[in-house]
T-cell receptor, first 115, second 111 residues
Framework: GAVVSQHPSWVICKSGTSVKIECRSL??????MFWYRQFPKQSLMLMATSNEGSKATYEQGVEKDKFLINHASLTLSTLTVTSAHPEDSSFYIC???????????FGEGSRLTVL | SQQGEEDPQALSIQEGENATMNCSYKTSINNLQWYRQNSGRGLVHLILIRSNEREKHSGRLRVTLDTSKKSSSLLITASRAADTASYFC???????????FGKGTKLTVNP
């Protein structure tokens, strides 16, 4: 299957700092990527749809100024958690869609811990 | 977009046995995808079945789709301890639709 790389796989930061997570499609171009958040023992919650060259579409209840998404190229989307707080600690997972087939491939996830 | 509902929520079997999990959805779809998630990891794409397909195989995996009943099943044959994971289905009405996920089926395969 297609490969989606997510970096970093884990990060620990102090409260108030910003953290950037990268999501790359390694062997295909992705006009659309998605960002999910997962709390322990819960399912994935869709945060936003990242569209190459345009603004991201956020799900209801997700603060766009808090979670900045940039999809500057067909292979890279970034999620920046701004002014992180302990409640932002979570597992963040990105995915990228293969346009022709509709298949969605996921990164390995990034575990964020805010102290 | 719609969320699939997996059943059962938890399944525990012995190595070598078959595991069957089901997915139900509410409105018509274009395709349905199954994913596996090991604890603390990302989702792994297992298989995509289209609305005009009734059955699809991939190694030890067999997926069926019954559009009249709005349901799909994932069968894992000759299960292994390494199959222990959560399994999710994701129905989609179109190729460009966002996917949302339910609670999944947590499969435990005991050695």
């Amino acid at each position: 299957g297609a490969v989606v790389s997510q970096h970093p796989s884990w990060v620990i930061c102090k409260s108030g700092t910003s953290v950037k997570i990268e999501c790359r499609s390694l062997d295909f171009q992705a006009t659309t990527m998605f960002w999910y958040r997962q709390f322990p023992k819960q399912s994935l919650m869709l945060m936003a749809t990242s569209n190459e060259g345009s603004k991201a579409t956020y799900e209801q209840g997700v603060e766009k100024d808090k979670f900045l998404i940039n999809h500057a190229s067909l292979t890279l989307s970034t999620l920046t958690v701004t002014s992180a707080h302990p409640e932002d600690s979570s597992f963040y997972i990105c995915s990228a869609r293969i346009h022709l087939t509709g298949e969605l491939f996921f990164g390995e996830g990034s575990r964020l811990t805010v102290l | 977009s719609q969320q699939g509902e997996e059943d059962p929520q938890a399944l525990s079997i012995q190595e070598g046995e078959n595991a069957t999990m089901n997915c139900s959805y509410k409105t018509s779809i274009n395709n349905l995808q199954w994913y596996r998630q090991n604890s603390g990891r990302g989702l792994v794409h297992l298989i995509l079945i289209r609305s005009n397909e009734r059955e699809k195989h991939s190694g030890r995996l067999r997926v069926t789709l019954d559009t009249s009943k709005k349901s799909s099943s994932l069968l894992i044959t000759a299960s292994r301890a390494a199959d222990t994971a959560s399994y999710f289905c994701a129905p989609a009405q179109g190729g460009s639709e966002k996917l949302v996920f339910g609670k999944g089926t947590k499969l435990t395969v005991n050695p």
